[in-house]
């Protein structure tokens, strides 16, 4: 069985990523699910999610379908519910910088696109889509490498915190600088359609 998880995480998948997260103790990534079922364009977010976890989920929600002209969704986020879940519910989430992974995740799910393989993100959405600078992207980095993941999506406006990562963390990590959320999506499926892509 732990074979089998291991190899699943070396292979693209639909609406699933590695959300960063930063605590007093360090950064951590937390595993998201994403599915869209038939309904009525209702959001749940779940697995031990806080005031600001939610205020995410919300904004992200609210962009994804003020933007789906835009990204070809069509009438899927009003005929589809989203459901997003964080899988490790052992861990409370609170924070603005989950925005960006939560739409991302929510696009997969609702396009059935795949994600690519091994993916963490972070950076905080406006309602008009624009990728906000965040904290703790050091600590949320060094995370990600730890964890193993290979591809990271972090907003332009910290290239200063990414510029100061050691060599061993930044030359493991495909790290990927986005201004909004168009920009992001277009580059994850790149990414996630060019085998071997996603490794440096």
């Known amino acids: 069985a732990h074979r089998r998880r291991q190899l699943a995480r070396d292979l693209p998948a639909v609406g699933r990523v590695g959300v960063l997260g930063w605590h007093p103790g360090g950064g951590h ?9 038939p309904g009525r364009g209702v959001l749940r977010c779940s697995g031990r999610v806080g005031p600001e976890g939610q205020e995410a989920a919300d ?10 002209p835009a990204l070809s969704l069509g009438t899927l986020t009003t005929r589809y519910d989203l459901h997003l879940h ?21 696009l997969s799910a609702y396009t059935q696109r795949p994600l ?13 889509g624009e990728v906000r600078r965040v904290g703790g992207v050091h600590e949320k980095l060094v ?3 730890l964890e193993g993941m290979r591809v990271v999506l ?35 499926n790149a990414a996630a359609n060019t085998p071997g892509l996603e490794r440096r």
């Open 143 to 145: 995370a990600a490498y």
């Open 29 to 37: 990534v937390s595993p998201l699910e994403a599915i869209a079922v």
């Open 154 to 188: 972090h907003p332009r406006r910290n290239l200063d915190d990414v510029a100061a990562l050691p060599p061993e963390v930044s030359g493991r990590l495909r790290l990927i600088a986005v201004d909004s959320l168009d920009e992001a999506w277009r580059l994850v």
């Open 59 to 68: 904004v992200a929600f609210s962009v994804v379908r003020a933007r789906a």
């Open 116 to 128: 690519p393989a091994r993916l963490a993100v972070t950076g905080e959405l406006t309602l008009n």
């Open 86 to 106: 964080y899988t490790d519910t052992e861990v409370g989430k609170d924070g603005l910088s989950s925005g960006l992974a939560l739409s991302l995740a929510g």
